[in-house]
């Protein structure tokens, strides 16, 4: 009795389980009655993630009621594949917390997620994977490919940040100027003896026959400027002016004479100002004295426009007050001489040699001038680490030394120079951008950004490398922003990826270059157009210049609808 039982026992159980791989294997054979639509169609890498969009119509009178199912979404690809996030989804009799699928009506199910992009995935196939539950009884499904391969067209953002110069303040020309005062008695135009021997004059004469007779200097000419102090009739001040001019010039020509200096003969050399009333040095003298009630004298001036009521005034404060008689009035009763000089620097011949052979004859500005002079970087970083022993708290030779080795590829000896710049000079904005620069070679996009936040007017480099950021973060209006009228290929990239094709296309025309990804990405607009000329020829023209484009296009989803054609196969083999 107990075996009968028992036998009764293993046939119930034995169907229940064939009913649940009935039910379950009905699904599987039906599962290509699921509808699946992807969006975009074929994926797109966007700030360094791969978004899916799936709408999945379940038909009606598909879904078992005692089913439940996971459906994970894969890209797969040569040497792996990555998964996305799996998805639960239960018929109406399953107790559980996934989506429910009705049976009678079916529903269509909307799923969402990213993973990391990978290069690989570049050629790939977009598969469902699904596994049934019924019970204790689980069925994989038969993976189902949904798409094709992923556009990857940010990635080729060229990584090449620009770094920034500390510049020099050399001028090879430096406009000098050389001042010497005559002062005369009240009322007068002679010049006493004492102040025709004057140290201020001596020292002016000196320097006129320093100047004329220096190679390294020119003499370009004397302002004369004659003055009346603002205490009398504005007639009587500009006759005396006047007068004095004549005075002064005469004397200054006499001297010049006497010291051979040959342009006394040129008129044209000497340029005469007269200020028959001197009110603004009158105003710029009580400015500067210690007269305690200046502020008053001034403001009471100021309030009379009329010349001979202001003459009036001034002359009843200097009765008034001893200290403007005795010392403002006699300093306005002059006349200046203003020698106007060029300092003529070293040739740049003169600065190469020298950087070389004997930089300690250079100051600063000059060992970080001749730098710029040479075309090899070697020479460069020599001068530029000259510059740093010789000048050791200056930060731009640290600065400069680092842009070099950037630019030669030493990133981690640049970043090293670029730290004790900005030890010397911290948040200077030149060196936050050379800053910036490493990070974002070395990848680090968010600490690149705060750099390059913090590096505004350091010039147009701050803004394209805020744009190369701005296409590997997948802000690409942003990125078209930043790059502004710059017509490089990374500019041109930009606009490719906001869809602004006709102004990429402008960018790459106007670059007038031999350039092999200005070529590839002509290609890629050609594509995009369906202008099947503009990618072969395109193609051809980036692949003849680096090979290395080749393998590039031939796993390119832009050109998939080339994959098959003649000369696309040819060019890229």
């Not at 004997?358 to 002079?373: H, I, R």
């Not at 041109?492 to 990804?517: D, F, H, Q, S, T």
Request: glycine letters at 6%; a neutral charge; charged letters at 25%.
């Amino acid at each position: 009795m107990k075996k009968t039982l028992g036998f009764v026992a293993v046939v119930a159980l034995s169907g229940l389980i064939t009913v649940s791989c009935s039910s379950l294997n009905k699904m599987k054979k039906r599962a290509g009655e699921i509808t699946y639509s992807v969006t975009p169609e074929t994926l797109v890498a966007k700030g360094g993630m791969v978004d899916l969009k799936i709408d999945v119509t379940f038909p009606a009178k598909y879904f078992n009621k005692k089913v439940a199912i996971e459906a994970t979404p894969v890209l797969r690809f040569k040497g792996g594949e990555k998964a996305y996030e799996m998805k639960a989804i239960q018929g109406e009799k399953v107790q559980g917390n996934a989506e429910v699928i009705p049976y009678e009506a079916g529903k269509t199910v909307s799923y969402m997620s990213r993973i990391p992009y990978e290069d690989a995935m570049r050629l790939s196939d977009l598969e469902i994977d699904i596994t049934g539950a019924k019970g204790a009884k689980t069925v994989k499904f038969d993976p189902r490919k949904i798409g094709d391969g992923v556009i990857a067209t940010e990635t080729l953002v060229v990584n090449a940040p620009a770094t920034s110069v500390g510049e020099d303040k050399f001028q090879r020309i430096i406009k000098q100027q050389e001042e010497a005062a005559i002062y005369y008695l009240i009322n007068s135009a002679n010049i006493r003896s004492k102040e025709m021997t004057s140290e201020e004059m001596k020292k002016l004469e000196a320097y006129i026959k320093e100047a004329a007779a220096k190679e390294n200097m020119n003499l370009n000419g004397i302002d004369v400027r004659s003055y009346a102090s603002p205490d009398g009739a504005y007639d009587f001040n500009e006759k005396l002016a006047n007068q004095r001019e004549k005075s002064s010039s005469t004397f200054l020509k006499k001297q010049m004479k006497k010291g051979k200096v040959e342009q006394y003969k040129d008129e044209n050399f000497f340029k005469n100002f007269v200020v028959a009333e001197d009110w603004d040095g009158f105003k710029k003298a009580m400015e500067e004295s210690n007269i305690q009630d200046k502020e008053l004298i001034l403001r009471v001036l100021s309030m009379h426009s009329d010349p001979e009521v202001r003459e009036r005034e001034i002359r009843n404060i200097a009765s008034a007050f001893a200290v403007v008689a005795d010392q403002i009035l006699p300093k306005l009763r002059r006349s200046l001489f203003v020698v106007n000089t060029e300092l003529i620097g070293k040739s740049d011949d003169e600065l190469k040699a020298l950087a070389k052979s004997s930089p300690a004859e250079l100051n600063v500005e000059e060992l970080l001038y001749s730098a710029t002079l040479f075309d090899n970087n070697n020479d460069k970083l020599a001068i530029y680490e000259t510059c740093m022993r010789q000048f050791p708290n200056d930060w731009r030779g640290f600065n400069d030394a680092g842009m070099v080795q950037f630019e030669m590829g030493n990133i981690a000896a640049a970043q090293s120079n670029f730290n004790k710049a900005n030890s010397m000079s911290a948040n200077n904005p030149v060196v936050q951008n050379n800053l910036g620069a490493v990070a974002l070679k070395n990848g680090d996009l968010k600490q690149a950004e705060i750099y390059f936040g913090a590096a505004t007017g350091a010039g147009d480099e701050v803004n394209y490398n805020k744009g190369i950021v701005a296409i590997k973060s997948g802000d690409y209006a942003a990125a078209v922003n930043y790059f502004g009228q710059c017509n490089c290929v990374n500019a041109a990239l930009a606009n490719v990826l906001a869809g602004n094709n006709n102004e990429a296309l402008k960018k790459l025309n106007a670059e007038n270059k031999e350039c092999p990804m200005s070529y590839y990405l002509k290609a890629v607009i050609g594509a995009r157009t369906n202008d099947a000329t503009a990618v072969i020829e395109n193609l051809r023209k980036a692949c003849s210049l680096d090979g290395s484009f080749k393998q590039l296009a031939a796993t390119d989803m832009e050109f998939a609808k080339f994959f098959e054609n003649n000369d696309f196969i040819a060019i890229t083999k």
